[in-house]
């Protein structure tokens, strides 16, 4: 049984939307995953990606993904590393795989010269808390998520609803 960390090909994208998928289950969300293999296709491996992904693999089985992309700070004047989902399948936990993808970004984001590594984690998620902090991530508890999506994306952008 060994652990493998490599980045994703074109051929991974089934895999990578089925562990999105799986993760969604876990978060509870699963309803709210509208992405499809041609968006992840194209986001993935397009002229100008925006976004990647490792695939962590045991034995030659995909069995945990870290999906990441760049983000910028005008604080720092540099870009950093955004790590937008991190998932193990339950029978593969404990062994080592978030903490070997964590590492993994990390040396990503040093090479890259990038001088923050960041992501979100669920309130409720204290499992991953526990985790991330063992890592050495930081809580920021003092900043609060922004979004707005779907009909009010289009409304603060001047359009009408329905309007594409």
Same mark, same amino acid.
């Given at each position: 049984?060994?652990?493998?960390?490599?980045?994703?090909?074109?051929?991974?994208?089934?895999?990578?939307?089925?562990?999105?998928?799986? &993760?969604? @289950?876990?978060?509870? /969300?699963?309803?709210?995953?509208?992405?499809?293999?041609? #968006?992840?296709?194209? !986001?993935?491996? +397009?002229?100008?990606?925006?976004?990647?992904?490792?695939?962590?693999?045991?034995?030659?089985?995909?069995?945990?993904?870290?999906?990441?992309?760049?983000?910028?700070?005008?604080?720092?004047?540099?870009?950093?590393?955004?790590?937008?989902? &991190?998932? @193990?399948?339950?029978? /593969?936990?404990?062994?080592?795989?978030?903490?070997?993808? #964590?590492?993994?970004? !990390?040396?990503? +984001?040093?090479?890259?010269?990038?001088?923050?590594?960041?992501?979100?984690?669920?309130?409720?998620?204290?499992?991953?808390?526990?985790?991330?902090?063992?890592?050495?991530?930081?809580?920021?508890?003092?900043?609060?998520?922004?979004?707005?999506?779907?009909?009010?994306?289009?409304?603060?952008?001047?359009?009408?609803?329905?309007?594409?």
């Amino acid at each position: 049984m060994t652990p493998l960390i490599r980045f994703a090909t074109p051929a991974d994208v089934p895999t990578i939307l089925h562990l999105v998928r799986a &993760l969604a @289950v876990y978060e509870r /969300a699963l309803e709210k995953v509208v992405a499809t293999e041609a #968006l992840l296709y194209e !986001a993935m491996f +397009a002229t100008t990606p925006a976004a990647e992904a490792l695939i962590a693999e045991i034995d030659g089985k995909p069995v945990g993904l870290a999906l990441f992309f760049h983000n910028f700070s005008t604080w720092t004047g540099w870009r950093g590393l955004y790590l937008e989902d &991190l998932f @193990v399948v339950p029978q /593969a936990r404990g062994l080592g795989l978030g903490k070997a993808l #964590l590492q993994r970004l !990390a040396a990503v +984001a040093v090479e890259r010269g990038c001088a923050r590594f960041e992501w979100q984690v669920l309130t409720w998620n204290t499992p991953a808390i526990d985790f991330y902090r063992a890592m050495g991530a930081e809580m920021m508890e003092e900043w609060r998520t922004c979004r707005v999506s779907g009909d009010a994306l289009i409304r603060l952008a001047g359009q009408r609803e329905g309007q594409g």
